[in-house]
């Protein structure tokens, strides 16, 4: 089974270069996950395209081009996965490796209708992997269905000790997922897309017409994690990969990236700590809310954006497409993106399910259930 690998993932013989020529060199072994899939006899066809460093949900900063989504070539793919997308949208590859620490292997599922994976931290290997964040990188799984996608998870999947936050998790389901919780009215947000909200309103009926039972949340706590991501010290994380080269050949690094990561130089360590203790606040808040449910639904993305549009105004609008996902390692759930449905010109819409740690092949089982006969 051919498959291609985001290029911030190490293949013997082939160069990491994470988007960046300067970067560049060239791994001795492959990545802990990728030899997982070739000694299972996959096929490696080889990188794809990426944000630079992992850093992006739009797949237009990278020095080797604009990624374009796969259905309108006018719009974003998403990124940073952006290439391992589109490998499987264009029919190149049969599944792809990405990484996922804000929405990275989601994001580029739901603009480009795709299957994502986005597992539970720690239960695949990131060993081998240039880290974004490196306490909440996860490798991420593209495919065009639900079974191709729990195929590639059961043999990717597994305990790595050279990993120091690698998991062991039980590959098996645990209980069924039939009450859902969807946030407030009030705190979805579309961004002026009406398509896109017409949809997941039809995303929520699709869930009662088969079944689930569906019932508003509070999002808010959700929301108030996310904004940590940038706006708190895990961004130090990201500097922390790059900080030679910034120091050395700063030029090598796009603007964009430049103006996210430097700032993170003066972050101290009080304000980590304290950044700790509200995450930690947050994580009660919002466990307890997942507690009522089985799991969550959400728009994978709240709009799409042409590529002009992202590069005239690329931090708010990239800021935009990660209202759903940036909270989701940060808090340590599991989630799986799918498509649901598409715009009246023809773009695809996306959802989300998150469940807590673990519970990846439950969600495999939502997205089954949700797959055959789709109603939207």
Known sequence: IPFAIKDNIDVAGLPTTADCPAFAYEPEKNAFVVQKLID????????????????????TRSPYGVAKNSINADYISGGSSSGSALAVALGLASFSLGTDTAGSGRVPAAFNALVG????????????????????????????TPNDAEVVLNVAAGFDHSDSYCQHFEHTTQKA???IGVPRADQLKFFGDHDYAALFEQA???????NFQVIEI????????ANLLYAGPWVAERYQVIAELLASKPEEVLPVIRHIVEPAQSISAAQTFQAFYQLAEYKRQCDAILASVDAILTPTAGTIYTVGQM??????????????????NLLDYSALAIPAG??????????TFFAQAGRDWDLLEVAKRWSSNRVC
Not at 40 to 59: C, E, R, S, V
Not at 204 to 210: E, G, M, N, P
Request: a neutral charge.
């Open 218 to 225: 509070d999002f808010q706590p959700f929301i108030d994690a």
């Open 342 to 351: 598409q715009r009246a010109d023809g773009l695809p819409f996306g959802v």
């Open 40 to 59: 299972a006899g996959a096929i490696p066809l080889g990188k794809a395209n990426l944000d630079q460093f992992a850093t992006g949900l739009n797949g």
């Open 311 to 328: 590069q005239a105004n690329p931090l708010a609008l990239n800021s935009n497409l990660g209202y759903y996902t940036n909270f989701m």
């Open 204 to 210: 929520t009926l699709a869930a009662q017409a088969k």
């Open 117 to 144: 994976v986005k597992p539970s931290c720690g239960l695949l290997s990131t060993s081998g992997v240039v880290p974004a964040c490196r306490t909440l990188d996860c490798v991420s799984i593209f495919t065009l």
């Open 177 to 179: 997922i039939n009450i």
